[in-house]
Structure formats: structure tokens, C-alpha cells
């Protein structure tokens, strides 16, 4: 398969120029893909995942099954307060203020974390979201820090057909969520099957006229 030749490339290349790489891994399918082909390379890279404490209970048993079938170095991210705190203080923020959740339970975490790392590989395809159609392979992140560091998407122009039949190839189990009909999946109450076939994010915070938490802002990461 010549796109995946292509994606161990971008990554063998990726891992030259870096020194101190890590990889965001949220469990869905393309990360899934990613995240093999960098333990290939790269066998104790840092995996991080972004624990916001709403993750559908499939995603942890699934993260943790393939934890042990794979044996990485994962690294759970967590929110300054948790759940329960969030809630005590502000309410259900995902119902009043997605943007805020979205940023306290992940934008925060995650780039506090970067700051220690110079290379980060992810599992963006074009073909998730507008918002991503003209993703490159290889980009420079600018965190509101100051720090910058090279992005990575070797999977920048898979389509999901693509990244399924890797799977299998592979013989790698996918996140079950899948095969009740969902085609994106982040944190459970802001996630709904599509509400739009063509459009695999539509069915993420639906009706709030957002399609991104704001980790992936392609090259303004703020």
C-alpha cells in the first residue's frame, strides 16, 4: 500500500529531525493507525491522551486493552480540577460553555505538556472536517507560550476506508463505539452519531456551532 509506505516516511523523517517526540492519541481509529506505525519506529515513545474525565466508558477499556496488547508508554493527561470540582464551581460546562470545557479539560493540559516536547505526531486526516481540508503532513505548531515545535500527520490524506483496511491487516481491534453507528468520538456528552453521513464531526457538539476543541488550529495553536 503505497500511502502507507508514504506515512512510515513522515515518520522515519519526523524522527530524525526531532529529538524529543511524542504522539496525542484520542483512540479512535486513525490514532490507532498512527500509534502502530510509530511503535514500529519508535517502540517507547510518549502516548499522550488527554483524560477529561467524560470519555465514554468504552474509550478507557479499550485504551487500557490495547495498552496491554501493545505495551506503550501512555501518559494520561488530566484538567487542573476534576469532574466533580469543575462542576461544584461552574456547572456542566459543556452544556453553557463548550469552548470553555474544551479548554480547561484539554487545551490547557495538553499544551502544558508539549512545552516538553519538540516533535508531535497526530492522527488528523483531511477527510475529518473542513476544518482540516487543507491539513499538510508536516506543520509548525506556535503554542501560546512561545514554544514551537514540528506537527506531524502521516495519515494527512487517508481517507477512513484506508485506515480501516489497515486495521485489519493488522489485525488490530477498533474502538467498539464504531460499530453503533459513530464515525467521530471525543467526550461522551458532546459526542452523537452524525447527524450528517458526509460529515464524519457533525455529530460533535451538535448544534453548538462548534467543530473543533482548539487543540488542532494548524499552525496557531491558541
Known amino acids: 500500500m503505497d500511502k502507507v509506505k508514504a506515512a512510515q516516511e513522515i515518520i522515519k523523517e519526523a524522527l530524525a529531525r526531532g529529538q ?15 500509534l502502530h506505525l510509530l511503535l514500529n ?13 467524560y470519555h465514554f466508558p468504552e474509550v478507557y477499556a479499550y485504551r487500557d486493552a490495547l495498552r ?10 488530566v484538567p487542573a480540577l476534576s469532574v466533580e470540582e469543575q462542576e461544584a464551581r461552574y456547572g456542566r460546562l459543556y452544556k453553557t460553555d463548550p469552548q470553555r470545557c474544551c479548554q480547561m479539560r484539554k487545551v490547557e493540559p ?10 508531535w505526531f497526530t492522527g488528523l486526516r483531511r477527510e475529518q472536517s473542513l476544518t482540516r481540508a487543507h491539513l499538510k503532513p508536516v506543520e509548525q505548531a506556535v503554542l501560546p ?16 476506508k484506508e485506515v480501516f483496511a489497515y486495521l485489519a491487516v493488522a489485525d ?23 447527524l450528517d453521513p458526509s460529515n464524519p464531526r457533525s455529530g460533535r457538539w451538535a448544534g453548538k456551532g462548534k467543530l473543533e476543541c482548539g487543540i488542532h488550529l494548524h499552525g496557531k495553536e491558541g
Open 145 to 160: 507560550s512561545g514554544h514551537q515545535l514540528a506537527k506531524i500527520s502521516p495519515l494527512y490524506d487517508w481517507t477512513l
Open 41 to 53: 519506529q519508535r517502540p517507547d515513545i510518549p502516548v499522550l491522551f488527554l483524560d477529561t474525565g
Open 110 to 119: 495538553l499544551f502544558q505538556a508539549l512545552k516538553g516536547y519538540d516533535t
Open 68 to 77: 496491554e496488547q501493545l505495551g506503550f508508554h501512555l501518559v494520561n493527561l
Open 172 to 194: 488490530l481491534p477498533h474502538l467498539p463505539l464504531y460499530d453503533q453507528g459513530y464515525l467521530s468520538i471525543g467526550c461522551a456528552p458532546c459526542t452523537q452519531k452524525p
Open 20 to 34: 524529543n517526540p511524542c504522539f496525542t492519541c484520542s483512540f479512535q481509529a486513525e490514532d490507532v493507525v498512527v
